[in-house]
């Protein structure tokens, strides 16, 4: 094992990321394509029903799910800085696309932090009032609460059980 695989806690058999790693991941996804500035924050994980929820699987040496969950305007206002627009009043298929896009960077800078040999699925959004994702066989490793100037939103890792 590499002096670098020690420090982020892989091992063999099981590779981890660690919370300010996945805060790192994320706060430099959001200023790069969004120019925000995102920290951590307290805000406990509570779904409203007006939310949405961009989902992105890794399989292969680990596997798991990466999931960016915001509500319906912060995702207008996302899509509309990431493509330099003013931001739509309504989700249409580019404020998913984009959402969709954002959950895919950060599970690419993650699937290079874990262990090499996993592929990243293609991204999924779900959105709606009152709906409940699950990713079967899978458990919650991480979830790290948020804070940029459009309000609070969650990124979530889930893992297999091995």
């Known amino acids: 094992m590499s002096p670098a695989e020690k420090t982020l806690g892989l091992t063999e058999s099981s590779a981890e990321i ?22 951590e924050c307290g805000t406990p994980w509570f779904p409203n029903g007006e939310r949405l929820t961009a989902a992105v699987h890794m399989a292969g040496d680990w596997n798991g799910a990466i999931l960016l969950e915001c509500d319906r ?20 298929d580019v404020v ?11 599970g690419g800078n993650m699937k290079c932090v874990l262990t090499r040999g996993i592929r990243l699925s293609m991204p999924s959004v779900v959105d709606g009032s ?16 948020c804070q940029c100037s459009e309000g609070p939103f969650w990124v ?6 091995s």
Do not use: H, K
């Open 18 to 39: 660690l919370p300010s790693e996945l805060a790192q991941i994320v706060e430099s996804v959001f200023a790069t394509m969004l120019g925000l500035e995102v920290g």
């Open 73 to 92: 305007r912060q995702a207008c206002q996302f899509a509309g800085r990431f493509l330099s627009l003013d931001p739509s009043d309504t989700v249409d």
């Open 96 to 106: 998913r696309d984009v959402l969709g896009e954002l959950v895919n960077m950060i």
């Open 130 to 145: 009152d709906y409940c994702l699950r990713v079967c066989g899978a458990e919650v490793r991480e979830r790290l609460a």
């Open 156 to 161: 979530t890792v889930l893992a297999t059980r």
